[in-house]
C-alpha cells in the first residue's frame, strides 16, 4: 500500500511505514570524558570538545611521552602535574567545560626517583582541582629503559594507598593487545599516527602467556595490599582481552578508550556488547585523546549516536556517557 506523495512517480517515501520516534535527546545529552591528555592539544581540538556538548574531563598529567630526557627523572613528571594545574583554569574559561585533573606516575618508562613523585603526590592529590590518581599501572614493555615489574608495582601501590587517603578513584592504564595488522611498516617508520620513536620499546618485563591481562592482575593485586577498594578502581583501556576478567572478578569500573579505534580496536560496538552482557552500571567511555596520536574529540558524541543505533537505551547511554563518570570522579556538580 503506498502513501499519497505528490512526486512524477512514487518514491521511497511512499513505502516506508511509520517511523519509531526519533531519539532527540541524545543530541543535547551532556557527556563526561573521564580520561584525555587534553591540555597537550591545540585550541580548536578543545573547542571542538566544547562543540560536541563535552559537560567536564578529566585531563590526565601523567604521561612520559612528553618528556624530552630519558631516563625520565622525577622533576620531569613534576613539571608536567605543574603544566596540566597552570593551565587548567584557563582551559575552563576558553571552552566552559569543566575540566579536572589527574596526576600519577606513568610506568611506560622507567622513571628515577620515583619516592620524590610520592612524597610531593599527597599534597596534590588534596587540590580540588584533582580528581583521580593516574593513569598509572604495571606495563609490560616500557620506552628507552626496563622497569621492573616488582618496582613498578610498589610504585603503583603507593600511588593507590595516597589515592586511598584523600578517597580519590584510580585511573589504570590496562594495556591493550591491538589490532591485528595488514603486514608491517617498514623497518624505522612506527605506526603512522602514533608519534612514538620506532625500536625505542625495552625486552617486555612481563612474559608470560598473556603479559597484558597479567598486568591488570599485579594492579588488581596492589589495590588490595593498598586497602583501595575495588569500585574505585577504573580501569581505561578496557577491550576484549581483559573485560571478563574485570567484570567477572573485580568490582572496579571499565572504560573503553573509543578515541584512537584505529590503533586498539575498540570502538562503540565493543561497549554496545559490554552493555548488553553486563549492564551499564560499571562502564564508562573516554576518547584518550593526546597530542602524540591520531585522535579525534568528536568520538564521544559519535559513540552515543552510535550505542543508539547498536540498539542500546538512551537511559543507559546516559548511565555510561555521564552518570558513571559523574558519580565516580564526583563531576558535573551543579
Not at 611498516?185 to 620506532?198: C, F, L, Q, S, V
Not at 570502538?267 to 567511555?285: C, H
Request: net charge negative; with cysteine.
Amino acid at each position: 500500500m503506498t502513501r499519497d506523495y505528490p512526486t512524477a512517480r512514487p518514491t521511497d517515501a511512499s513505502y516506508l511505514a511509520d517511523q519509531p520516534p526519533l531519539p532527540t535527546e541524545l543530541l543535547n545529552l551532556p557527556w563526561i570524558d573521564c580520561h584525555n591528555h587534553a591540555h597537550t592539544l591545540s585550541w580548536e581540538d578543545r573547542e571542538r570538545y566544547a562543540l560536541a556538548g563535552c559537560r567536564s574531563m578529566v585531563m590526565v598529567a601523567s604521561g612520559y611521552h612528553w618528556t624530552p630526557y630519558k631516563p625520565v627523572r622525577a622533576s620531569d613528571i613534576r613539571f608536567l602535574w605543574d603544566d596540566a594545574v597552570n593551565r587548567r583554569a584557563a582551559i575552563e574559561r576558553n571552552h566552559f567545560f569543566e575540566a579536572k585533573l589527574g596526576l600519577g606516575v606513568h610506568t611506560g618508562v622507567r622513571i628515577e626517583n620515583p619516592d620524590e613523585l610520592l612524597a610531593a603526590m599527597d599534597d596534590y592529590a588534596a587540590l580540588d582541582e584533582v580528581v583521580a590518581i593516574g593513569e598509572t599501572g604495571v606495563t609490560p614493555s616500557q620506552h628507552v629503559e626496563r622497569w621492573d615489574p616488582d618496582e613498578q608495582q610498589a610504585v603503583v601501590q603507593a600511588q593507590m594507598e595516597i589515592a586511598n587517603d584523600h578517597d580519590l578513584p584510580v585511573i589504570l592504564h590496562t594495556p591493550n593487545t591491538g589490532t591485528e595488522s595488514k603486514r608491517s611498516y617498514r623497518d624505522g617508520i612506527g605506526t603512522p599516527g602514533y608519534e612514538k620513536n620506532p625500536g625505542m620499546s625495552t625486552e617486555p618485563v612481563l612474559t608470560g602467556e598473556n603479559p597484558a591481562l597479567e598486568s591488570v592482575r599485579l594492579d588488581i593485586e596492589a589495590a588490595h595490599d593498598a586497602g583501595l577498594p575495588e569500585r574505585r578502581v577504573v580501569a581505561s583501556h578496557a577491550d576484549g582481552n581483559n573485560t571478563t576478567y574485570l567484570m567477572e572478578e573485580t568490582d572496579c569500573h571499565l572504560s573503553y578508550t573509543i578515541g584512537h579505534s584505529w590503533l586498539v580496536g575498540v570502538d562503540a560496538a565493543d561497549v554496545a556488547n559490554a552493555i548488553d552482557e553486563y549492564g551499564p552500571e560499571r562502564i564508562m567511555v573516554d576518547t584518550d585523546c593526546a597530542n602524540v596520536l591520531r585522535t579525534d574529540p568528536f568520538a564521544l558524541k559519535r559513540a552515543i549516536f552510535e550505542l543508539y543505533r547498536y540498539g542500546i537505551d538512551p537511559a543507559d547511554i546516559r548511565t555510561v556517557v555521564y552518570e558513571n563518570p559523574r558519580d565516580v570522579f564526583g563531576l558535573a556538580e551543579e
